[in-house]
């Protein structure tokens, strides 16, 4: 009789494992989100398709792209709604296999608010789904456009576009480094501004300490504007062919006085190695305006100069290897 119990709640458990778990494929077309495109084959949490309906995955990091917050307890489930903070910094887990294009995927159990109203995911025609312990959310056009105010588009060459302008990657942190003379200065063609990446491997900590060098080659003492746009770092993962975006973040350039035959230096304060330390081979990029905006000492004039020129010695990427 034991046994038989015992089978009975192996059964009835499997059975209601089994109701619950729906068939996702990974999306046949590209998915861009405010801007950032990135593959599902290597993702740890990819976008799922259900229903023929796209699903995104509610990581912490992925709901602050689009302008969410996602909180969760025990006793008031999941609360989803609109991210009114500062988003500046982005990481996403990959793995060094791909993901199958079919996988099992359950609906998720248990309360669940968007924007302060209950969901009932057992009579949503798109219900929310667990996969790898994260909650998919379905990008339809009444969560996504009439919840959360995003734009919405789809077509055969550009896929599924989504855009929240509000969720601006922009960071509120302030330019610090060091400003000194320089002497001699080799490589950097006809510039009159040059800025030059080095991925600092060779300072000995074992992993990347990036930075930026800024020197002024025009002779006079400049004023840079900071109204040029918005300066981004970025970490790509090499694995076999393909680059996989892991870790953006979104850095503060110098800006004001800068005297003739002198240099800006700075560190990027890059958090990514803290936590996310894989041996291999990363690309180290700088993402840059096209232009410095400046003015010269006692003129009213904005003079423009191109950001990346001819010179040999300047680069805005590295490729490192961590081990």
Not at 37 to 53: A, G, W
Not at 264 to 293: F, M
Request: aromatic share 14%; hydrophobic share 40%; proline share 4%.
């Amino acid at each position: 009789m034991l046994l038989t119990m015992i089978l009975l709640v192996i059964v009835t458990t499997q059975t209601a494992f089994a109701a619950n778990t729906v068939k996702v494929t990974l999306p046949s077309f590209s998915v861009t989100l405010n801007g950032q495109t990135t593959s599902n084959e290597y993702s740890k949490f990819p976008l799922l398709v259900y229903k023929d309906i796209t699903y995104f995955p509610m990581t912490y990091y992925d709901c602050r792209l689009l302008g969410l917050r996602t909180e969760w307890t025990a006793e008031a489930g999941l609360d989803i709604g609109k991210n009114e903070n500062a988003f500046y910094e982005y990481v996403r887990e990959t793995q060094t296999f791909k993901n199958a294009k079919t996988q099992s995927a359950q609906i998720a159990t248990g309360k669940i608010r968007v924007n302060g109203k209950n969901i009932d995911n057992t009579k949503e025609q798109y219900p929310l789904l667990l996969f790898r312990d994260v909650t998919y959310f379905p990008l339809t056009w009444r969560f996504a456009v009439e919840e959360f105010g995003w734009a919405y588009t789809f077509d055969a060459q550009n896929g599924l576009v989504i855009t929240n302008p509000t969720a601006a990657f922009e960071t509120p942190e302030v330019w610090s480094g060091n400003v000194s003379e320089w002497g001699s200065l080799m490589g950097t063609g006809d510039m009159t501004i040059f800025c030059s990446f080095d991925g600092g491997t060779g300072l000995g900590s074992g992993t990347p300490n990036p930075h930026l060098s800024l020197y002024n080659i025009t002779g006079e003492t400049i004023d840079l504007s900071s109204d040029i746009g918005q300066w981004e770092y970025r970490i790509y993962h090499l694995i076999g062919s393909r680059e996989e975006l892991v870790y953006r973040k979104a850095i503060p350039f110098y800006s004001g006085e800068l005297a003739a035959q002198n240099y800006a230096y700075w560190s990027i304060a890059d958090t990514y190695w803290k936590g996310h330390i894989a041996p291999g081979n990363y690309r180290l990029v700088v993402i840059h305006p096209e232009q410095y905006a400046y003015r010269t000492a006692g003129s009213q004039q904005t003079v423009f100069a191109p950001i990346a020129g001819n010179a040999y010695a300047q680069k805005f990427f590295e490729i490192v290897t961590v081990k």
